[in-house]
């Protein structure tokens, strides 16, 4: 079974600082990762994936990851964050053995304060 | 602008009315899904289809039913649904799948409220 917690329901954080959504994950295998972003009334939007090679992952809108195996965790970080960036993120998993399907994190609402 | 596109964007309905969900997929993909997201829930997936065949239903109740036409179109239909039906419905779709890195990417949604 592969589940994913992302232990925040709300990070709140002021415009121009960094940012971190925590994700945490398990799996029967190796781990494909992926990151989230659902702007109101929006569906979702691809951000960035890990699915091999170098642990820091860097995707769209200035985001970036990084994978933590031994810590079995994915955090999505930004050195400065914006205003726009308030929006609902999502962590996924998937494993690497057979058919498998992504499960989801429940979210994490990112407020940024201007 | 998504490659995945869903009409209607908004329904009402009733209890007893029977609607479709739309959703189109201008990105050459092979497996597309239905996701169901309401309030304070995780991310429900509902139907799974690769290839037109449908590969996953999970548990989902007999008064939602999909339909994959061909491998660009997936629908839901609708018929007697229940207040607690009442959420947004993603559709998605992905290369193809099995175990790989295959990303999914999601249409706008389609809000749905049964009265």
């Known amino acids: 079974a592969q589940s994913v917690a992302q232990p925040e329901d709300q990070v709140n954080v002021a415009e121009g600082n960094p940012l971190t959504v925590k994700c945490t994950y398990s799996?029967?295998?190796?781990?494909?990762l992926f990151w989230y972003v659902q702007y109101p009334n929006r569906g979702l939007q691809f951000l960035l994936k890990?699915?091999?090679?170098?642990?820091l992952v860097k995707g769209s809108y200035g985001f970036e990851a990084e994978f933590n195996k031994s810590q079995t965790s994915f955090h999505l970080k930004k050195p400065s964050a914006l205003v726009s960036d308030s929006a609902l993120y999502f962590c996924?998993?998937?494993?690497?053995?057979?058919?498998?399907?992504?499960?989801f994190g429940k979210g994490t609402m990112l407020l940024v304060s201007p | 602008e998504t490659g995945v596109t869903q009409t209607p964007r908004h329904l009402v309905m009733g209890m007893t009315n029977k609607k479709s969900l739309k959703c189109e997929q201008h990105l050459g993909h092979n497996a597309m899904y239905w996701y169901k997201q309401s309030a304070k829930k995780p991310l429900e997936l509902m139907f799974v289809?690769?290839?037109?065949?449908?590969?996953e239903n999970n548990s989902v109740p007999s008064r939602f039913s999909p339909e994959c036409p061909n491998s660009s179109h997936l629908f839901l239909h609708l018929h007697t649904l229940q207040p607690e039906d009442s959420a947004l419905y993603l559709c998605?779709?992905?290369?193809?799948?099995?175990?790989?890195?295959?990303?999914?990417?999601f249409g706008e949604g389609s809000w749905l409220t049964v009265v």
């Open positions: 996924a998993v998937r494993d690497n053995l057979g058919y498998s399907t992504l499960t």
């Open positions: 289809y690769s290839l037109e065949e449908r590969v």
């Open positions: 799996v029967s295998g190796n781990p494909y």
């Open positions: 998605a779709s992905s290369q193809e799948l099995g175990s790989s890195g295959n990303t999914i990417y």
């Open positions: 890990y699915i091999t090679g170098d642990n």
